[in-house]
Structure formats: structure tokens, C-alpha cells
């Protein structure tokens, strides 16, 4: 079990050995990881922007197909949202109810209502996050049509995003060289949309005071 997790949390790291033993099914691993990161929200501890964008490093080397690639993990990413949100409105409540305050529970829903579109969206590029956004976007009752168009918009951008910087830019020697360290600026980027917008949020709430 232990190796499990291990392997699991670095997954990256065994990527190339895994398509040098089993070939094409690392389509099918990096789906399932997509799959679940996504779609479990007790998951959010897996691999995501990392492991795509070395995904399109590996794919730059002629081992992965790059188009095959992203479309295979936005589909990942985009069922993995929508089951997030349908496990988080059929279940989110029954299972939180005991926790969540009536009136938390109907700020949530109006902030869904008027902020959600854009939640969905920006959340894809924040880890953790990412993972709960969905989850809470059922529990608030979002109109699933509308989260719907943005959580595909949402996936396809991001995953697009790290696929082809991936495949672009990961072989350069620079970023060869330094992955790891190119990897911890990756996660801490994906930070930025979200201090962005507490930044505006503050700055709203600042003007609603005067």
C-alpha cells in the first residue's frame, strides 16, 4: 500500500519507465490519475498540472503522441469535474449537513450563481483547489449547464496549456536540466489567478465600505 501512494504522489518521476515496459497504456494511467484528481475530492494530494506538463515533455520525444494526449486528459479532466459536482449535489449535503450552517450553505449557492462561471474556470490552475471547486460548486446547487460549458472551457485550456508548454518548452536544456525546480514554479504560477482575484476581492470590499 505504502508503494502505492509513493507511487502514485510521483508518478512523474516513473512515467518513462512505466512506457518503456507497458507501452501505450500510460494513456490509460495518466487518464485515470486526470480521471480521479479531478473527480474524487478526497483525492487532491495526486499529481496534476506536474504530471501533464511532463506528460508533453515525454511526448516531445517522440514516446507519447501529443494531440492523442490532450484530448484524452481533457475528457479526463472534464467527466472527472462533472462527477465531482454530481457526488457533491447528490451526497455534499447529506454528508456535511451536520457541519454546514444554513446560511453559509445559501452564501455558497449565491456565490455560485454569481461567481461560479468564473470559479470553475480559474480553479482548474490552482492545485487543491481544483479539486474541491467542483465538489462545492454541487453542493451550492450551480446550474449544471452552465457549470458544464465552463468546466469544458476550464479543461481544455488547461490541460492544453501543459501538454503543449510541456511539449514546446520541457526539452529545452534549461528546463531539462532544472525540473524540478521548473516544476515549483508550475504549482506556485497556478497560485496567481487565485491571489489575483482575493486581491480584487479585497479591494471590493474596501470600496463597498466608503
Known sequence: MVLLINFLLHLEDYIAPFIQAYGAWVYTL????????TGLVIMPILPGDSLIFIAGTIAATGAL??????ILLSIAAILGDSMNYWIGKSFGLRVFSRFINQEYLDKTR??????GRKTIVLARFMPIIRTFAPFIAGIGEMNYLSFLSYNI??????????VFSGYYFGNIPFVKDNLTIVILLIILISFIPAIIEYIRHLRRARANKV
Open 65 to 70: 503522441n501529443p494531440y492523442l494526449l490532450f
Open 30 to 37: 495518466l487518464f485515470a490519475v486526470i480521471f480521479v484528481e
Open 110 to 115: 449565491l456565490f455560485f450563481h454569481n461567481h
Open 153 to 162: 472551457i476550464g479543461g481544455i485550456v488547461w490541460v492544453g496549456l501543459f
